[in-house]
């Protein structure tokens, strides 16, 4: 595209020009006929100073602009450059407003040429990048970003990436092109101007598809990869010998290095599979357990002609061991295999759906951008599946609407052979290996309609997350903002939503509708049940504030719902809630039978109705779910369930949620998973306390006379790798006010990080907790050049905050809950780990509770029962943080005395790698710390 762009980069004293805040530093490249042309760049003195968090963002300090132009001085330049151009910034309006603001007071109009924006290019054109930030981009695409947040260098990045982005533009095909040109005027930026010049340009030539690509039903799409038959029939006699294990390992891993736990795990697995016994594995690091059961389970399905489940807790580990996992396997196995990635229905897009509502025109701009994503991602994907894609919350509600799911009005055969989810489904059917999540795992055990092909044969990775899957699975959700926005996604007439819709539809003479309740009637209802809704919540917020004693404005507080006749707001609760439910039941009961009617002459709807029609009947099916919740928790509990409400008190009505969980899911699982399927091999870094599985077992409903169990130490020298202090220095964490005890380990985090250069990673139990120090650090000032990076503070997912944790040299990351697993942070990027307290559950959480509860009913101890090992499996999981190689080398600090001063202690220390604690003063950790690391 042979325009002139002109990328700007902007440094300021802040974010609002109107009140006052200046440029200090100003960064331009030219880019003209696909090439850099110019760069320019200036330091401008603001006349102001520059606040401490812009001179620590950007290293510019008020000596360095003390003698710079001011503004007025570079504008005639700035003006010059941007003659003819397009205004580029990576999130344009920012760098504009202050340029305009600026030129204006210099005496100059304001820049009014095309703008464009890298945030949302990139947002279109690379649908799938894991963030949009500048440096998270540059990363991703292989540019050198030298110097972030300094504008030239900002700048030139950007440049880059707009290089980039323009030839991903030119590369797409005609059709989709115009389908984003159709789009684009809805966005932030003047990207349909160029879209209409890429047009013209393509028109004139004739344009041969890649051959990946086609065009179906007037959407571009990659094509059908071809699954190869596989016909190598090679089998593999199990057991193997440890030279021929290592031989095949070697396969894969060039540097490969014998690990005997690795060989005995393989061993057992396929003996479980053999002897059609269930088991547990414990595993610790660096076993290398994910290659230990997929080479016995690929060679036993192989020997036996089965299909082999492996079940993984979150879908991006199913993603991990599709793309780094599977493709070792194959190079080690004689024989191919076929593998299957499955997930639940909604994650795949309906190309049918899609279709249709690109027709629709009334969108806002979260929609539109998303349509404009997904155009682009059809062109890139082989599975259709939502998790590739980065969508905004309100792109996630559009996906809601083009998911997949089973249609009744939208049965469009056209689409059927590209249909992803179905071309899942039949990969499963055909495949040695299917990978799935628990929770696909556990729909499909109770479901009428399976999923999953027949299967005997299932290996449950992090096996210790089965039972909360379980218990989520079996258990019921009632939140406030998903009922209130599926109740306006009907709408009232007036508002023209799917309820006027479905109306319209009926006013045709060729519907007989005269036996149905009149619209009018419906469009009360629909009031009536918004009034019900609220007044329901707010009964639902009072009976939790009377109850809930941890009430603190910071807190989401949380209470257990408990059936008492004697009690009064639990009867006002009650009744509120018989009304609301006896309302749901009442409209839906009209909304059926005004589906029923339309479903007998469908074939007099047109695609626009058909997918409207398809959305109410999703819609209607949710409200039906909604109902049996509050029956179930509310009409007719039973003692078997737990049910809790939980609030954030900052917005009390917008964040309600009641759960509902069964005590325990041994039972459940008893008899609706483990007894109808012959060897499911659970495994695990922890499944163990003190060396037994007891707990685990019981947790599970397994016994133990029917189960194998093995556990596998970690091959790391934790003796050689490890040093494990207590600070003797630091109170009991019981003993005095949370704040005071805030207070003294805050002095011991502020000296041991000192020490350690940071590469910290601190986990709590609770967030007030985690809030309270990270305060109390940046307040005391010791660790201003430390990046402090706090879960639920800075912004991000848990992943995003770990990735910024490594990018800096001296980083403190501080976390709690999801924290404590599943984080891997290899190598030098983590040196220390501090535990602040034993991470026992609060006893007033209403699970906990109605555990404790039941156990002590049927004689049990809830302590040793299920506290102390819960709190155990859970401190293995925050201990195994620091050692992730063999290589690694660290410290960690318990800050919790317990460890050492109780009995129960020695039961945490039991369930460890052997290692000798030791009990210091800070004096003393500081000269270990020199002396250690």
């Known amino acids: 595209m042979g325009n002139k762009y002109v990328v700007v980069d902007l440094e300021t004293t802040g974010n609002a020009p109107k009140k006052g805040d200046k440029i200090i530093q ?28 812009i001179e620590e963002l950007t290293g510019l300090n008020d000596e360095m602009v003390e003698h710079a132009p001011v503004f007025s001085e570079i504008a005639p330049k700035v003006l010059t450059l941007l003659e003819g151009a397009y205004f580029v910034a990576h999130n344009v309006l920012f760098d504009l407003s202050f340029l305009q603001e600026e030129l204006i007071e210099a ?3 304001g820049f009014y040429g095309p703008v464009l924006d890298t945030v949302e290019m990139s947002r279109v054109l690379i649908p799938t990048a894991d963030s949009f930030q500048l440096s998270e981009l540059a990363i991703r695409e292989g540019l050198k970003h030298e110097r972030p947040h300094q504008a030239d260098s900002d700048a030139y990045v950007t440049a880059e990436l707009l290089l980039l982005l323009l030839g991903r533009l030119q590369h797409l095909p005609l059709i989709t092109l115009k389908q984003l040109e159709k789009l684009s005027s809805g966005l932030k930026s003047d990207l349909d101007l160029l879209l209409d010049e890429l047009i013209v340009k393509k028109e004139t030539s004739i344009e041969t598809l890649p051959d990946d690509l086609e065009v179906h039903n007037g959407v571009a799409l990659k094509k059908v990869p071809i699954h190869k038959e596989l016909v190598n029939e090679e089998q593999i006699h199990f057991p193997l010998s440890h030279f021929e294990k290592g031989e095949m390992l070697k396969k894969a891993f060039p540097h490969f290095e014998t690990r005997y736990g690795q060989f005995s795990m393989m061993d057992t697995v396929y003996e479980m599979f053999s002897q059609e016994k269930h088991g547990l594995i414990e595993a610790g690091t660096g076993v290398g357990k994910s290659l230990a059961y997929l080479i016995p389970s690929a060679i036993y399905g192989r020997n036996k002609g089965q299909v082999i489940v492996v079940s993984t807790y979150t879908t991006q580990l199913q993603e991990q061991l599709l793309s780094n996992d599977i493709p070792k396997l194959e190079k080690m196995l004689p024989f191919s295999i076929n593998t299957a990635l499955l997930k639940g229905r909604s994650h795949y897009i309906s190309l049918a759906k899609f279709e249709q509502s690109l027709r629709d025109l009334d969108d806002n701009y979260d929609t539109i951008l998303t349509k404009m994503q997904i155009l682009v991602w059809l062109t890139e994907t082989n599975n259709g599946d939502m998790d590739e894609l980065n969508l905004s919350s309100g792109g996630v509600l559009y996906w809601n609407k083009i998911k997949n799911d089973e249609a009744v009005f939208m049965t469009n055969k056209t689409w059927l052979s590209r249909d992803f989810y179905y071309r899942a489904r039949k990969r499963a059917q ?68 799917l309820l006027f819709k479905l109306e319209q539809i009926l006013e045709k003479p060729e519907w007989n509708n005269h036996e149905l309740v009149h619209s009018f009637e419906v469009n009360q209802m629909i009031v009536a049940l918004n009034d019900e809704m609220d007044e329901f919540f707010r009964v639902v917020a009072i009976y ?25 707001e639990w009867l006002a609760l009650q009744t509120s809630a018989e009304r609301f439910f006896f309302l749901i039941k009442d409209f839906n009961e009209v909304i059926s039978a005004r589906l029923n009617l339309v479903k007998t002459k469908k074939e007099l709807l047109n695609s626009r109705e058909k997918a409207s029609l398809e959305e109410l009947i999703t819609l209607n099916d949710e409200l039906i779910e909604i109902a049996a919740a509050i029956k179930e928790m509310f ?106 005890y805030i207070a003294s380990i805050t002095e011991h985090i502020i000296s041991i990080a000192e020490e350690t250069k940071g590469r910290m990673l601190i986990l709590f139990t609770s967030h007030e907790m985690l809030r309270k120090t990270y ?159």
């Open 107 to 109: 005496g100059y109009n």
């Open 635 to 740: 009409l007719h509990p039973t003692n078997e369930f737990v049910s809790w409400i939980e609030i954030d008190m900052r917005a009390v009505q917008n964040s309600t949620t009641i759960f509902s969980q069964p005590i325990t899911v041994g039972s459940y699982l008893q008899t609706q998973f483990f007894n109808l399927k012959k060897s499911v091999v659970l495994t695990s870094a922890t499944l163990s306390v003190k060396n037994s599985f007891n707990y685990m077992l019981k947790e599970l409903g397994l016994q133990i006379e029917d189960c194998s169990t093995l556990q596998i130490q970690s091959p790391f020298e934790y003796e050689e790798q490890v040093k494990l202090i207590i600070p003797e220095d630091l109170p009991e964490v019981n003993t005095i006010p949370l704040d005071e």
């Open 430 to 497: 055909k495949a040695d290996l299917i990978i799935t999540n628990h929770s696909l795992l556990l729909t499909d055990v109770v479901a009428d309609n399976k999923i999953l092909p027949e299967y005997s044969h299932v290996i449950i990775d992090e096996g210790h997350h089965f039972v909360k899957v379980s218990g989520k699975h079996f258990g019921l959700t009632l939140d406030y903002l998903a009922t209130r926005m599926l109740i306006s996604q009907i709408g009232l007439m007036e508002q023209k939503q």
């Open 26 to 53: 100003f960064a331009a490249v030219v880019i003209e006929n696909g090439q850099i042309s110019e760069e320019y760049s200036s330091l401008i003195n603001p006349l102001q100073s520059i606040p401490p968090f």
């Open 775 to 933: 305060e109390l650090i940046k307040e005391s000032g010791f660790l201003h050049d430390f990046a402090i990076i706090a879960q639920g503070i800075s912004s991000g997912s848990r992943s995003r905050l770990t990735r910024n944790f490594q990018k800096f040299e001296k980083a403190i990351l501080l976390g709690t809950s999801s924290f404590w697993e599943g984080i891997d942070i290899p190598g030098e990027d983590l040196t220390s780990l501090i535990i602040v307290r034993l991470p026992f559950s609060p006893p007033d959480e209403p699970i906990t509770a109605a555990k404790c509860d039941q156990i002590k009913q049927s004689g049990g101890n809830p302590f040793s029962d299920y506290s102390l090992p819960e709190a155990i499996i859970r401190f293995k999981q925050g201990f195994g943080r620091l050692i992730r190689t063999r290589n690694d080398r660290g410290m960690i600090f318990i800050f919790d005395r317990r460890l050492v001063t109780t009995k129960y202690g020695n039961a945490f220390l039991q369930s460890i790698p052997p290692i000798q604690v030791e009990k210091k003063n800070l004096k003393e950790i500081i000269i270990t710390i020199k002396e250690w690391l």
């Open 544 to 568: 939790t504030k009377k109850k809930s004693r941890s009430a603190n404005k910071y807190n989401r507080i949380s209470c257990r719902l408990e059936a008492d006749e004697a009690n009064a």
